[in-house]
């Protein structure tokens, strides 16, 4: 069982950044490959970008070149930092533990002018 808790959504203009965060409960990301989506009002769920347990990426063709992510394993904490945002990047960020097939609670991203 593990707990995980996304932060750092908000408003932002495009152009703009943000960095998220989602801490998990306790040290999983050792044995865990990490992943954060996003969903937007209408649309399914997609896949935003993936870090292994051994800290190899992948990243959406709409975002790559523009988003990073990263983890902190001594904080339990894996990050998406969010470059040159644009308005189609509006969604609900979720983040998730492949190995527990655990789910954050989201986070509200905007992007508008």
């Known amino acids: 069982q593990v707990q995980l808790v996304e932060s750092g959504g908000g408003l932002v203009q495009p152009g703009g950044s943000l960095r998220l965060s989602c801490v998990a409960s306790?040290?999983?990301?050792?044995?865990?490959?990490m992943d954060w989506y996003r969903q937007a009002p209408g649309k399914e769920r997609e896949l935003v970008a993936s870090?292994?347990?051994?800290?190899?990426?992948y990243y959406a063709k709409s975002v790559r070149g523009r988003f990073t992510i990263s983890r902190d394993n001594a904080k339990n904490t894996v990050y998406l930092q969010m470059n040159s945002l644009k308005p189609e990047d509006t969604a609900v960020y979720y983040c998730?533990?492949?190995?527990?097939?655990?789910w954050g609670q989201g986070t509200q991203v905007t992007v508008s002018s």
């Open positions: 998730y533990a492949q190995t527990y097939r655990s």
């Open positions: 306790r040290s999983i990301f050792s044995i865990s490959a």
């Open positions: 870090i292994s347990s051994g800290s190899s990426t």
